[in-house]
C-alpha cells in the first residue's frame, strides 16, 4: 500500500466517524465539512498528496524494506547522517506548504513513533512490556501511512511544585482500572490532543514521575473506539476566507481534551502497562528526544524563515528601513534564524550511532535549540507587531473589497510599493501570525511546545556534561 | 442640560445615523443594534448612568459655573492641585467599571477638549485662528455632555523617515481643498478614529510638522456631517456570549478610517485653518500633553490593577506560588503598576500653574510613565500567559457547559480551589486580555498609545532639562 | 556639643586606634594617613564640614530638643510630611558632594540609629530587651555626632536554601558566648562592615531567622573594643591621582569582615539579646525599612543624576546624538532617574504617622524602588559603556600628559568641543564609575544593596496588599 | 627556520628596542621585563613553546610547502574544511592555556595576515597595489613566525554620523604626506594596537569609506621603525600576584595609541596605497572576514567554556544550586556556549571554495556569531557578579594568607566544599574575569570586538540574502 493521497486520508478519517463535541455540540455529519475541521484537514490532505509529486518523490518517501512500496520518509529509522539530512529535507519540504505553521504535520507523529520503534529494544525482557507489539505496530502505521495524534498530559488541577496527582478516589488523570483477557481498561482524562478526531491513531502514554503504575502504560487506538470521546476548545478560525484569514483558514489545528470512559485496549495495541520504570525511562533513554527535537526544529527553522519574509515586506512596503531601529529589529529575526539552523545542522554534525547502529542527532544543540526557541519565537511575533503598527489594526475584508467603498479603500490604504488589496492582504497575514486567536495560539503553542520553559532550562542544567570544564579551572588556575 | 444618562447617550446616537461601514455593509438600521457597536455602545451607556448615582456624583460631577447644572468633571479646567486629584478620581471610577479596557471612555476626549479650551489663549491675536469658536464649543459640550472622537493621523502610504506626505495632485491625507463664506471644504483621509461613528462628534485636526498650509486646520463637526464617512476594521468580537468573550463582547470599540469628501465645516466650528505655526505649536505648549497623559496614566494604572488581580487570580487557581519564578512574575507585575502609581502621584504633587491659571500636572513623570507603559504593559500580558499556560487554550465555552458534556467538564476541569466553570471563566477572561482578537488589540493600542515608543523617546531626549546635571560633574570632575 | 567639624572626626578616629588589617599588614600609624582610609576619610571629613556651612545651615541641622545644640536631622525622628522632606533635602545635599558614591556617608548610619530609637516601643517589656539603653545611646549619638558603622550578615559558608547555618561545636557566626554581670560575651564573625575601622561605633545585631537564641543580639560598641578586629578586603584605590582616578582616590569605602575574639559587650550598650522573636521582628515591624530605603533612595536619586550628566556628557564630546540608539539610550536613563524621583515622591505624600506619631513614608514605593534600582543601576552604568566605548580605555594618565608625549595627546586626543586633557579627565571620570575596581564594587553594592534581588521580589509578593483587586476581578467578571 | 620558541620571541622583541611609552616614561630597559608587559610577554612566550611539545605538533604546526621547516597551523591557507578544522583545533589549543583570555594569541594576526596573501588576487593589475610584495611578506612571516599587530582605526575626534574625518590642513589620522624613490612617507596616529610595541611588527591599513586617497594604504612595518611611538594606556595590571591577579598578571595585553611620525615605509612593504576603491573592498571582498571570524569564534568559545567552568564552581562551592534562579542562570551560559559551538560547525559544515581555491567558511553563521557575542559575554560576566555575590568583593590577599590573620580567615571563610584559601582563589579568579580593570576591559573587548554593534547588525541587514523568503511568501499568500 505505502504513502496515501489526501482523498484517502479524508475518507479514511470521515469513515472512523469518531466521537467529537465542538462549542456544546456533538459533530455528526463528516468531520471533514465541519467548519472547525474543514480548513485544516484540507491542508493536511495536500502534504499527503505532496509525497506523489514526481519532482519531490525522493525527497518524501523511500521504498520500503519490507514491502517494496514507497512510504514516508518520516518513518525512516536513521542509520546514517545522511538519513538525518533526508528525514530534515522532508519536513521541511512539507513545513514550507503551511509556513511552517502546522505543528503536527503528519511527519511529527510519525517521527515519534519511529523514534519509539527505534527504541524497542529497552522494553525487551521488561515487566509488563511488548516490543513486538510496538515494532508491528510501527510496521503497520508506516505501510498504512496512518496519522496520529497523542496525548500524555494529565489535568491542570494543582500545579503545585509538591502535589500529588493520584488519587485513588476519584479519577482525574487517565488511569488502569481493569486489566482482564482482552486487555486493559482505562478511565479517565488526558489533556491537549492537538488534531485529535481528525486522526486514524491516538497514542496515549504517561509520563515521567508516575508512582502508582496504574498511571503507567502506552498504547495506539483507533480515534473511534468506544468510550473514546475529543472535547475540542473554541475554534479558532472563524471564517473560512483565505483573504480574511490566511492561516487561520487554513492550518487552525483543534485541541481537545481526551476523555476515556472505561476504554478497552485490546492487548496487541499495549505497549507496555504497570511498570512505572519504563514510564519514568522509555522516552528519556530512546530515540525520542533526538528524533523528535530533530524535527521540530527542522520546522521551525521554516516557520522563522517565514516570519522573516513577512518581516521583510512589510519594511519594503512601508517604506521604513531608514529608521535605525527597524533594521535593528530585523537583524534580530535574522541572528534568531541563524541560531537555529546552525543548532540544527550541528546536530546533524555531531550525531552518533547508538548501541543498535541507530543514528541520533547531538541532543545538546538540539536542547540548546529549543530553549532558544520558546524565548526567540515570540520576541519575533512581537517585533512583526511593532514593524507593522497601526497597520495591523486598519485590516479591511474582503467584503470590504467587493463593496461600494472599495475606491476608498483602493485611494487610502495604497502602499508606496504596493497597492491596497495586496498591502491589506499582507498585513492581515502578519496579523494572522501574531494577532489573531490562532496567531496568539501558535506563539503560546511554541512557547511551551517542549514543556514548561522553566523545566527545560533545569533540565539543561542536569544533563549537561561540564566537569572537563570545572576540571580544567581547576587545573590553570586553582591548584 | 448638564450630564446625560445612557438612554440618552443611545437615542441621540441613534438619531445621528451617521454613515458607516462594516465588512463591506453600511449600517442601516440602529447603530446601537449593530452587533460591531452594540456591546460598546452599553457599556458606554453604563458610564453616564454613573454620573448620576447619588454615593459617587461629586466624585463624577460638578456645578457648571454657568448654568448650576451638574456637568462632568471631565470637562473641570483645573485651577488647583485638588481639581487634578478630583479629575484622577472620576477617571479611575470611570476605569474600575471596564476594568480599564476602554481607551476612549467619554473623560479622554473630554479632557482632550477642555486642555484646548484652556490653551484658547494662544490662538488669541493669531492669523485664521478663533479662540472664541474653541471656546464656545467647548462649553457647549460641557453643557450637553456631547461624546466626540477624534482623528489626526495620515494614511501611512509611506513612513519613511524622509517622506514628503503632501502631494497636490492626488490628494490622500484630508486637506482643505476650499475655502468660501460658509466655512472651509476638506478632503481626503485620516486614520484611525477609535469609537467612529458611535459619538456626537468628531474632533480633526492635523499633526505637527505639515509644510502646505492646506493641511493644517482644527474643527469639529458632528458625525452625520455630510460626505463624512467611517469606515469600520473587522469588528473582533466574534460572539455576544460575556461568558465566551467577558471582554471582547463589552469593551471592543471599533476603529475607523474617516473619509471626508468635500465636507463643508461651518465657520463656528473652525478652531484654526491655514496656519502652519499653531498646527506645529498648539498641542505641544498648551494643556494637552500634561492634562491629556495625566487621564490616560490614571486609567492605565486602573488596567494594570485588574491585570494583577486576574494574574493572581490564576496562580491562586492553579497552586503554582511554590515556584520561585512566579512570585518573580507577579512581583513584575507590582513594581510596574507601583511605578506607575508614583509617576501619577509625583505628576500631581509637581504640579504648576501656567500664566492663565490652569494647574497643569508635571510633564517628566508623565512623559516617562507613557514611555514606560508601552513597554511594561505588553510585557504584562506576557506574564499572564506563562502564568496560563496550556489553560489559556483549553477554554470550553458556555454552550459546551450547557450541554451534555457537562459532567466531563465538571470533573476534568476542576481546580483546586475553584470549580469547573468558574475557573474556565477567569482563564476565559485572561485569554481576553492577551490572546483574543480584542486582546491583542489592546496591546498594539498601549504600545502606540501616545505615538512610536522610538519617537516619544527621542522626545524625551530633546525635552528633558540637564544642563545643572551636566553643569555639577563639570564642576565635581572636569574643571 | 552637637555637628562636628571634619577635623574632630579625624581626630577622633586616629585616637581611637581600631584594630585593622589590610593586605597582610596591621595598621599603626594614623588611620586617616593610610593609603586605604585616606581619600575617604577626607571626603567624609568634608561631609561633616559641610554642615557648618551658613548658607546650608538649615539644610543639614536643627536645634536639639535636649541641647539647644545643633545636630544633625539624620538624627531626627520625622513626625511630619516636612519632617521627611528635610530628612530628603539633606541627604541629597550631602550626596551631591559625592556623586551619590558614598553609600555611607553618615546620615546612612544615623538614619538606622534613628529607626531604631523610633521604634524602641518594640522592646518595652519584652524579655532581655533594653528600650532605654537604645534611647539613651541613640541620643549620645546625635549630641555627639558619633560616626556608625553596622554588620549583620552572617559568614558565606553555605548559601544553600535549606542551610542550618548555627553550628554549636565550631563557632563561625558570632554568637553570645556568656552571659556575666559586666555584660555579653560575643564571639565569631560577622560580614561586610563598610567604612569598618573608620567610624566611632560599630553597630551589630543578627538577622531575622535565627532559630538558636545566642545568635540574637543587638548593640554597639566603639571601634577600639578589646578583642574587635576588622580584615579589609584588598583597597580599591590604586593611586592617589584625583585625575587618575577621580572617584577611587576621593570615596572609596573600604569593606571589612569583623571578628569577635571574646568580646565582651557592657550591659549599658546592650540593646536586646536572647530574644529570638525581637531579633526576628524589629527591623521588620519598626520604622527601619521606611525610614532607611528613604534615605537610600534619596541618595541613589542623586546618584542617577550623576551618572545622566556624565553620559550626555560623554555623547556631547564625541558628537553621538544622530545615531538613533543613543538617544534611547541616554532616555532609558531619564526614565530611570524619574522613575525613582517619583517613588521617592510618592513615599511621601503617602506617608502616614505610626500609633507613636512617628511619620513613615510609605512602603509600597520605596520597595518598589529598592527593586527597581538592583536592575536599573547596572544597566546604566552598561549604557556608559556602550556610549564610551574605546574612549573608556584609551585613557593616559595624569603623568603622560606632564610628559614630553604632551603634545601627541592633545592633537590626537582631541575631541569635537572638548581639548584632550579635559576630554581624558571626563572618560576617566565615566570609567572610574563603571570599570575601575572601585566602579565595579559600586555596581556590586547597588545590586545587593537591600538584600539578594530573588529576596526582594519574593518579599513583595509576600507583603503587598492585593486583596482587593482580586475582589474586584471577582465581583466584576467572575460571580 | 619555522615556529620559533619562547625564548626566541622574548629576545627578539627586546633586541628591537622599539619606542614605547607608559605612564609618562619611556621604556629604556627590556621591555619583557618592564611590569606592563612581562606577564603578557611571559605568557605569549609560553604560547611558541606549545608549538613544539611532541603531543600536538600536529595541532600547531604542518610543513612548510616551500621549506619543509614546520611552520605554524595559522599559517595554512585553508583549501579543505579539513584545514579549517585543523585551524579550529588549533587556535582552541592555543586558547585553553590563556582561558580564552588573549585576545591577540599570534594566531589572531597570522589568520588576519594569512587571509589577506589568500586574497591577493584581488590586487593584481590593480593601480598602486602589489600583490607580489603582500604574498612575499606573507612567506617571510610564516617562515620567522613573525609576531605582529595592526591598527586601523581612526582617532575618535568625532563621532557623528555625518561627519568628515579628513582634514587636509591638521593631520589627525594617519595619511600619507610624500610618495618618494623610497617609499611613502606616513605621518598622523591610529588608535588601538593592542600588544603594540611587544611584536615584530604592524600592519597598517586603512578602513573602508575613505574619500582622500592620501588616506588608503596597507603596509607592515617593524616595530622600531624610525619615527614610530606607541603610547600604552595606564596598565591595569596592579600587582605581579598570579593568587591576587590570576588573569590580570598573565594576560594582561597593552593597548596603545599608535603615533608615526613622518615615518618611510620601504616600497617592498607597502601592499597598496593611494587606491580608494581597493581600501574600501580589500578586506570587504577578500577571505579576511570569514577566516578572521572563524579564528575569534573559536577563542570564543574556549573563553566561555572558561566562564562556564567557573559560574559552576561558585555554585558548587557555596551551594546554591537549589535556588531555582540559580540553574536557571547556568543554563542560560550553557544555551550561549552551544550557541556559539553551533556558529562554528555550521560555518565549517557549510563552508565553499571560492574561485581560488581558498575553503571559505561559511558567513552568515560566524556573522550571528559575532553579533551574538557581543550580547552574550557581558551578561555572562553579569551572571558571574549574581552568582558571587558578595564574595566577590570580601577578597583577602595574598599577603592575609601570609599573615598572622591567617587563621581568622581559615575559619570564617572556608566554604562548604572548599577550603578558605581554595575559595578565595575561586572568587579572585571569578573577580579578574568582570570586576577588575582587567576583567572591565575584557568585557569591553568583546562588546565592540568587531566593530560597534549597531553597525554590525546593520551590516546584517544589508547582506544577508532573504530574496527567496520574500517570494515563498508572495508566491503562497500574496498572490
Known amino acids: 500500500m505505502g504513502v496515501i493521497t489526501g482523498a484517502d486520508y479524508i475518507r479514511r478519517i470521515d469513515q472512523l466517524n469518531p466521537d467529537v463535541w465542538v462549542d456544546g ?6 468531520i471533514s465539512e465541519h467548519p472547525a475541521f474543514k480548513g485544516v484537514m484540507n491542508s493536511q490532505a ?5 509525497q506523489h509529486q514526481e519532482a519531490i518523490k525522493d525527497t518524501m518517501t523511500y521504498i520500503s524494506p519490507e514491502t517494496n512500496d514507497r512510504v514516508g520518509i518520516s518513518f525512516l529509522i536513521p542509520k546514517t547522517k545522511e538519513d538525518l539530512i533526508l528525514r530534515r529535507s522532508m519536513t521541511q519540504e512539507w513545513a514550507k506548504t503551511s509556513a511552517g505553521m502546522m505543528g503536527r504535520s503528519p511527519d511529527y507523529m510519525n517521527t515519534i513513533l519511529t523514534s519509539f520503534a527505534a527504541s524497542k529494544h529497552l522494553l525487551e525482557g521488561q515487566k509488563n512490556c511488548f516490543p513486538n507489539n510496538l515494532y508491528s505496530f510501527y510496521k503497520k ?6 496519522t496520529f495524534t497523542h496525548t500524555f498530559i494529565n489535568p491542570q488541577v494543582n500545579r503545585s511544585r509538591f502535589k500529588i496527582i493520584e488519587n485513588t478516589d476519584d479519577i482525574i488523570a487517565a488511569k488502569i482500572v481493569d486489566r482482564n483477557q482482552e486487555g486493559i481498561v482505562v478511565k479517565g482524562a488526558k489533556l491537549l490532543a492537538t488534531q485529535g478526531g481528525m486522526t486514524d491513531e491516538i497514542l496515549i502514554y504517561s509520563t515521567p514521575g508516575v508512582i502508582d503504575s496504574s ?3 502506552s498504547f495506539s487506538i483507533p480515534s473511534n473506539t468506544k468510550g473514546l470521546k475529543f472535547i475540542c476548545r473554541e475554534p479558532f478560525c472563524h471564517k473560512d476566507s483565505t483573504f480574511d484569514f490566511p492561516l487561520s483558514s487554513q492550518f487552525e489545528e483543534p485541541d481537545s481534551i481526551v476523555v476515556l470512559d472505561e476504554v478497552l485496549v485490546p492487548w496487541e495495541r499495549v505497549f507496555y502497562y504497570d511498570n512505572v520504570e ?5 522516552k528519556r533513554k530512546g530515540a525520542y528526544t533526538q528524533l523528535t527535537l530533530h524535527q521540530v526544529v527542522s520546522r521551525q527553522v521554516v516557520k522563522m524563515e517565514f516570519v522573516l519574509g513577512v518581516a521583510q515586506l512589510i519594511v519594503d512596503t512601508i517604506n521604513t528601513s531608514d529608521y ?8 534580530e529575526i535574522i541572528v534568531a534564524l541563524e541560531t537555529m539552523k546552525a543548532f540544527l545542522i550541528s546536530s546533524e554534525e555531531k550525531a552518533t550511532k547508538d548501541e543498535h547502529g541507530v543514528m541520533l542527532p547531538s541532543i545538546n544543540p538540539l536542547f540548546a535549540a529549543i530553549n532558544t526557541f520558546s524565548k526567540v519565537y515570540p520576541r519575533m511575533t512581537e517585533i512583526l507587531e511593532l514593524l507593522g503598527a497601526s497597520g495591523m489594526v486598519l485590516i479591511p475584508t474582503e467584503n470590504d473589497f467587493k463593496s461600494d467603498i472599495r475606491d476608498d479603500l483602493d485611494q487610502y490604504l495604497q502602499a508606496n510599493y504596493r497597492d491596497a488589496i495586496s498591502r491589506v492582504k499582507l498585513f492581515r497575514l502578519a496579523r494572522d501570525i501574531c494577532m489573531s486567536a490562532f496567531g496568539t495560539r501558535q506563539t503560546l503553542y511554541e512557547r511551551f511546545f517542549f514543556g514548561d520553559p522553566m523545566r527545560l532550562s533545569n533540565q539543561l542544567y542536569t544533563d549537561y556534561d561540564r566537569e572537563h570544564l570545572k ?7 586553582l591548584k
Chains 1, 2, 3, 4 share one sequence.
Open 141 to 146: 502505521a508506516r505501510e498504512e501511512d496512518l
Open 25 to 30: 455540540h456533538q459533530i455528526d455529519g463528516k
Open 324 to 331: 535605525e531601529h527597524v533594521p535593528c529589529k530585523i537583524s
Open 278 to 282: 519504563i514510564a519514568d525511562q522509555f
Open 46 to 50: 495536500k502534504l499527503y498528496d505532496i
Open 215 to 217: 498511571y503507567s502504560y
Open 471 to 477: 576540571q580544567r579551572v581547576e587545573e590553570l588556575f
